[in-house]
């Protein structure tokens, strides 16, 4: 089947330290993307990728960083610079361009203690 | 700015009832328009989209929207809510020409469903 994967489902850091978190594809998509989802808040474009070693930043890139070294993976690392990293974090695909229609992975509880 | 309201942050309805979510745009031109849904702790998944033509679009779960250019309103109904219905519902527009990498969401509908 295809789909997006997160791994791992729930993610505990002590504050202070970086952590990466995993997003892979299998639908031959080029763009990806990665959002933070808060209560109340909707969600918040962190960083994406139209196509593999290209991404931009989005509404929220601060104390975040990303790589897109193969077409199917799109890590997200939360730095310690991150000032309120405890979220839900959700990643997407889509074909480029297009219609823009957003498939999404199953999304990440990350708790900084 | 480009943005996208949702009025209503929980409702609660009776299983059976009918349901109308509102959604609002602000778009310079008519955006490629989407609803979501989400169970707790879970991804979001397709319910509809619009993209052109007909006005009233069917997508799964027996859900329906209706765009109306002249409101910017893209709202989702549903003639009978069963209890499996109860979740987040988050309406989302996207640029339809050009550079169109965003997708904007509004801040959710949380759905109760009383039996």
């Known amino acids: 089947d295809g789909g997006i994967t997160q791994s791992p489902k729930y993610l505990f850091r002590k504050e202070g330290q970086n952590v990466t978190l995993s997003c892979e594809q299998n639908?031959?998509?080029?763009?990806m993307y990665w959002y933070r989802q808060d209560p109340g808040q909707g969600l918040r474009l962190i960083y994406y990728s139209q196509i593999v070693n290209d991404f931009q930043k989005g509404d929220i890139a601060e104390g975040y960083s990303v790589s897109r070294e193969k077409k199917e993976s799109f890590p997200l690392t939360v730095t310690s610079a991150q000032k309120n990293p405890t979220a839900f974090y959700l990643c997407?695909?889509?074909?480029?361009?297009?219609?823009?229609?957003?498939?999404f992975g199953p999304g990440t509880r990350l708790t900084v203690l | 700015a480009q943005s996208v309201t949702q009025p209503d942050i929980h409702i609660t309805v009776s299983e059976g009832a009918s349901l109308e979510l509102r959604c609002n745009y602000s778009?310079?031109?008519?955006?490629?328009l989407f609803w979501y849904v989400q169970s707790p702790g879970q991804g979001l998944q397709l319910l509809l989209k619009?993209?052109?033509?007909?006005?009233l679009v069917q997508g799964i779960k027996g859900f329906e929207a209706e765009f109306k250019r002249s409101q910017s309103s893209f709202n989702l109904r549903k003639p009978s809510v069963h209890w499996s219905d109860a979740a987040e519902y988050f309406c989302a527009a996207s640029n339809s020409g050009g550079s169109n990498y965003k997708l904007t969401f509004g801040k959710g509908t949380l759905l109760t469903v009383n039996p």
């Open positions: 639908l031959n998509h080029d763009a």
């Open positions: 997407a695909s889509s074909t480029r361009g297009g219609t823009n229609e957003q498939f």
């Open positions: 619009y993209f052109s033509g007909d006005t």
């Open positions: 778009y310079g031109a008519t955006p490629y």
